[in-house]
């Protein structure tokens, strides 16, 4: 049995348990740690179990339409490989059902010219309904972890000092983070109960609550999308050009979202939303 068969087994049980999605992602977070296969995938095969299917198994290869090299599925390969930088051709194949060959040509078509190498570029980042409080991108390399997010929140601490006295002076200010095991850690909680920094408990089995998650990021990568950067430091420019030019309105407009969000997951008892995203006020 193959380590996919193995959670897509564990997708499955969690189905038949009455899990739902955000929770199946988790629990195989969890469980898999650095080998889980990805929100991406899990999402699918959730999906498919939930419309009926039963079989762990992939499907069947052969008699496939020749689609690989479209758009659609290039992206597809894409997101695929985003989630997950370990998967092999065959696993791509087996996830997003469609022909080896092809998923080749997906795959290399997201990695041409062909001497160049991707990179992750991560960027700390902290805003409140007015704008930007605070922003700095790790060092290549760098393993983001307790130890570090500690000496995250010292910038944070000594930029709200000093670009926003009111909020360092009255102390009328939240942090909200997600669950991610470097913000929940004991060494980062007694530096926030140290310096009576006050928390917005993430709800379980919400990963999209957090406005970074939901809002910034997805924001940022927009007009990065499509592009080739040669070093980090033009990344890093682009980016920081990105968040400049969202203004105070776009801000407080997600901050509005946010709050919409949590009212939803108080009507629903903590209940998380079917699809894994709980819907946003209509545009």
Known sequence: MTERTEQRICIKFCFNLGKSCAETIEMLQKAFKDEWMGKTQIKEWYG????GRTS???DPRSGRPSTGTSSHNVERVRVAVEQDHRLTVRELEDEIRIPKM???VGATAEKSPSKSKQHQVNVDCFFYYEGIVHHKYAHTGQTINKEYYVE???????????????LWESGDWLLH????????SNLVQQYLSKHSIA???????SPDIA??????????KMPLKGHRFDNKQTVETNA????????????QECFNKWKHRYEQLVQSNGDYFEGCHPPDDEE
């Open 211 to 220: 406005p970074c998650d939901f809002w910034l990021f997805p924001r940022l």
């Open 240 to 251: 920081t050009n990105a968040l400049k030019v969202i203004s105070k309105t776009d801000f």
């Open 102 to 104: 092809e998923v080749s």
């Open 177 to 184: 983070h997600d669950n991610a095991p470097a913000h929940t």
């Open 48 to 51: 498919r179990f939930k419309n």
């Open 56 to 58: 762990v198994d992939s």
């Open 199 to 205: 928390q917005l408990r993430q709800p379980p089995y």
């Open 152 to 166: 995250v929140l010292k910038r944070l601490r000594n930029a709200i000092r000093r670009k926003r006295p009111q």
